[in-house]
């Protein structure tokens, strides 16, 4: 998205918990907060490999997002992207994006779940 902050890209990662994957969509300047991950999933933060992404979620790292992904990735949203208007996720490719409000975000996420609060970064703490 040109000309805009990078807090607003919204990153979607990618966990592998005992139940399956998961996909946390986050604002850009966030990173996992791994006590808070622990105290939210009971389990330690494992991110997949670039491999696993593209076999697990079926996307590619660069273009992960919680749209068309495999029917058993269950998606997260962070809270750190509330802040924000509109934020733009990622649509499948590196090279790809769209603007949605949070409220669009939730709505059009396949197998949301709910939201959740397990970064840090982008917050005075």
């Known amino acids: 998205a040109v000309g805009v902050i990078p807090a607003r890209i919204a990153k979607s990662l990618t966990f592998m918990l005992p139940e399956g994957p998961i996909i946390i969509v986050a604002a850009g300047d966030a990173r996992i907060d791994n006590p808070r991950f622990k105290a939210q999933y009971h389990t330690k933060a494992k991110m997949l490999t670039a491999e ?3 076999e697990r979620i079926g996307h590619k790292v660069g273009g992960v997002c919680p749209f068309a992904i495999m029917d058993d990735v269950q998606v997260y949203l ?4 509330r802040r924000f208007e509109t934020v733009y996720p990622a649509c499948g490719s ?5 603007e949605l409000t949070c409220e669009q975000l939730e709505k059009v996420a396949q197998n949301f779940r709910g939201w959740v ?5 982008w917050r005075e703490e």
């Open 52 to 54: 696993e992404v593209d």
């Open 78 to 81: 962070d809270e750190s992207m």
């Open 94 to 98: 590196s090279n790809s994006a769209i």
């Open 117 to 121: 609060d397990v970064c840090k970064g």
